[in-house]
Structure formats: structure tokens, C-alpha cells
């Protein structure tokens, strides 16, 4: 479906992504990951770029959204030879009850987990997560904040692609709401040319601190908690304290499971 391709073109770059990934994993523990998880998986654009990184890489992707997978699979397994391969496989249903295959990396991605507003669901996931994982495995988060979370905004952008070309984007949020931690996000894009906006999803997120998260996967019994925060040139390092001031910020949470 031509809306889950411009999802992608938005707000998706699964071969920087997976390299991230790797990157991560290596500084951890000196060797490459092989086993990837990729939790709310949408289309499952980055488990295929994983697979085709290395010949022994294998990756699960999971996501509610069963036409999603099928979108995926039609475009990027195709395109990769990767059709009836053993390397891949999907699971459609809640992360929550995702298969535990042992792996080297499971990923949580484009904020997904936000969905989990009571403490309850989000432990529940990450006792999941940290079952699912190799003894030498990490759960991987990315996570976003800032001062200008607590404020309604809309963000207009451009950005470009080869199957679209040039396109905008819209990124709204809702109020704040200071009692639940919680805001409403609607992402928009159109293509040149176009004069009626795509919706591209709809998101009601409790917008966990990163204290919070930690706590939490302490309680699941995570052993060392890490902050990859993105630095003005857009590259991601760990940090052991974050920068003063900043009214946004994109960063990846990593937690290893020993």
C-alpha cells in the first residue's frame, strides 16, 4: 500500500539504523550481533536490510498490523530473494507475547512502546524482551524528549526520496497532559504536486521519561542501562549525563539483559 512506502520515505532509514544497531553491539560486548528482534515492526523494512548485512544475520519481526507485514513482504523480501527464506519470519500479534528465539538484539523503534501508558503493560513487555534475549543480548529503545514536549506544536519539513521525490511533512502534537504523562501525534506527509495530505498514523503515547525506563528495567532485572544521545552531527554516543538546555533531543536506550 502506497502509505506504509511514504511511512517509510518519513521517518525510516533502515540501512543507517541497522548499522547503528550493530555499532551498539559491538561496543557492548567486541563481536557482531547475528539475531535481531524488531518489535512494532511495521513493514519490517529494517529486518530485511539486517539480513542482507551478513549472510549468517537472521531477524524477527513482530507488529499487530498484519497488512503492514504483507506490505513488506511483497515489497522488500521480493526485492532481496528473500521470499521463503528461513532467515526471516514475522509474527503477527503483541510484542508482549513475541516468540523468544534467544536472540543477540531486541529493538523497539520510532517510539512504539509509548503506547504503554500503564507501568504494568511496559514491565510486562520488557520481561518478555529480556526473556527473548541471548545471555549477552540488549534491549534497544529509542527515545525522544525536550522541553518542547510539554507544549502543542506542529512541525512542517521536507524531506526526499526516490520514489516520491520531494514531499512535506507534519508533525502535530496535541496538549500536553500534565497528569498522565500523555499527548496525542498525528504525522502527515505530501508528495510535490499533491494537494490532499496522506495521515500516516495516528499515535496516543505516554511519553515515559528515561529515569522511568530505567527503573523499570532494572525491576526486570536488566543489569546495565546505557544512553546513546544524538549529538549536533547527527551521530549517536554514550553519555553518561545529558545536555542542559535542550528543548528536543533523540537518543537510544540500551539495556543488557546480564
Request: aromatic share 14%; net charge positive.
Amino acid at each position: 500500500m502506497r502509505r506504509y512506502e511514504l511511512y517509510e520515505a518519513a521517518v525510516q532509514d533502515a540501512p543507517s539504523e541497522a548499522a547503528l544497531l550493530d555499532r551498539i553491539y559491538r561496543e557492548a560486548n567486541g563481536r557482531p550481533a547475528r539475531r535481531l528482534r524488531e518489535d512494532f515492526c511495521g513493514t519490517f523494512w529494517l529486518g530485511y536490510e539486517w539480513v542482507r548485512r551478513h549472510k549468517e544475520n537472521r531477524a524477527l519481526g513482530t507488529d499487530l498490523d498484519f497488512d503492514a507485514l504483507a506490505d513488506g513482504f511483497r515489497r522488500h523480501a521480493s526485492s532481496s530473494g528473500l521470499q521463503g527464506s528461513t532467515r526471516t519470519s514475522l509474527y503477527c500479534g503483541d510484542v508482549r507475547t513475541s516468540p523468544k528465539l534467544a536472540t543477540d538484539i531486541v529493538f523497539a523503534g520510532n517510539f512504539s512502546y509509548f503506547v504503554f501508558k500503564e507501568r504494568s503493560q511496559l514491565l510486562e513487555y520488557f520481561r518478555n524482551a529480556r526473556e527473548s534475549l541471548a545471555p549477552s543480548g540488549l534491549l534497544i529503545l529509542d527515545h525522544f524528549g525536550g522541553a518542547d514536549i510539554h507544549e502543542a506544536s506542529t512541525e512542517l519539513s521536507r524531506r526526499d526520496s526516490d520514489r516520491f521525490g520531494r514531499f512535506e511533512m507534519s508533525w502535530r502534537q496535541s496538549a500536553f497532559d500534565e497528569f498522565t504523562a500523555s499527548s496525542r501525534f498525528t504525522l502527515k506527509a505530501r508528495p510535490r504536486n499533491e494537494k490532499r495530505w496522506t495521515t500516516l498514523g495516528v499515535y496516543d503515547w505516554r511519553l515515559w521519561s528515561i529515569p522511568e525506563i530505567k527503573d523499570a528495567l532494572a525491576e526486570c532485572g536488566f543489569t546495565r542501562v546505557s544512553v546513546y544521545w544524538q549529538k549536533d552531527n547527527g551521530h549517536f554516543a554514550r553519555r553518561e549525563k545529558s545536555e542542559a538546555n535542550c528543548l528536543k533531543w533523540l537518543a537510544y536506550i540500551v539495556a543488557a539483559r546480564n
